[in-house]
């Protein structure tokens, strides 16, 4: 399947391990279900004008929920940890108080 780059990634993961990983050198974002590595790695690159040094993927699982009696399940998701080359950033996590 082709996605525009924009489509790709869906928007920043935002938690404290995300924002741990940073430090790495390493950025989580959400990404489209049928998305693979190279695209992930494309999209990055052509966006925010970085160099990519590794992608990883991991498949989020959809959870049960209950409230009272009634039951649901939230969504599953795709979420690619990607790894910079040294010296680079994006811009994005740049406001965030570390």
């Given amino acids: 399947m082709s ?10 993961v935002i938690s404290e391990k995300s924002y741990e990983q940073i430090t790495q ?7 489209h279900q049928d998305a693979h590595k190279t695209q992930v790695r ?6 925010f004008d970085v160099k ?10 959809a959870k049960p ?22 010296g680079d950033s994006i811009e994005i996590f740049q406001g965030a108080q570390l």
């Fill in 65 to 86: 929920k209950r409230r009272g009696i009634y039951k649901g399940t939230r969504p599953g998701w795709k979420k690619a940890i990607v790894e910079l080359k040294a």
């Fill in 25 to 31: 050198n390493k950025y989580t974002f959400k990404v």
């Fill in 42 to 47: 494309q999209a990055v690159e052509e966006l």
């Fill in 3 to 12: 996605l525009h780059p924009a489509q790709v990634l869906l928007r920043p």
């Fill in 52 to 61: 990519v040094v590794a992608v990883n993927m991991i498949k989020v699982q």
